[in-house]
């Protein structure tokens, strides 16, 4: 499966933007799916993640309570809100796909494919 993110931008911090993660070449429906970032200088860390169904959703710490994630298979994509950013939430986010459904979905190796990234700038 080939993944497409996309949405990024520069916004002032306090500021909202929806990335959104296109699938092609198969369905998403089969995979759990979620959303990295890797600031500059910085390793790349979990955001958010979702199963396959939506019925269950992880959040990292940071971010629980500002960002949204969700899916709409039917359209084969899977969104991130991000509301109330923040200057420390500039990075380039990237979204993934993952054969695991389960609380594993918060786990970078456990990703099978990749998207090329999304950058998203957080102004104070």
């Known amino acids: 499966v080939q993944l497409q993110a996309s949405g990024g931008g520069l916004v002032q911090a306090g500021g909202s933007l929806r990335l959104s993660c296109a699938a092609s070449g198969g369905k998403i429906s089969r995979y759990g799916m979620g959303w990295f970032r890797q600031a500059l200088g910085k390793e790349r860390e979990f955001v958010s993640a979702?199963?396959?169904?939506?019925?269950?959703?992880y959040y990292a710490d940071s971010v629980k309570g500002r960002f949204t994630i969700s899916r709409d298979n039917a359209k084969n994509t899977v969104y991130l809100r991000m509301n109330i950013l923040k200057p420390e939430d500039t990075a380039v986010y990237y979204c993934a796909a993952s054969y695991s459904d389960t609380g594993e979905l918060v786990e970078r190796e456990r990703y099978d494919y990749w998207g090329q990234g999304t950058q998203v700038t957080v102004s104070s």
């Open positions: 979702i199963t396959w169904i939506g019925a269950g959703t």
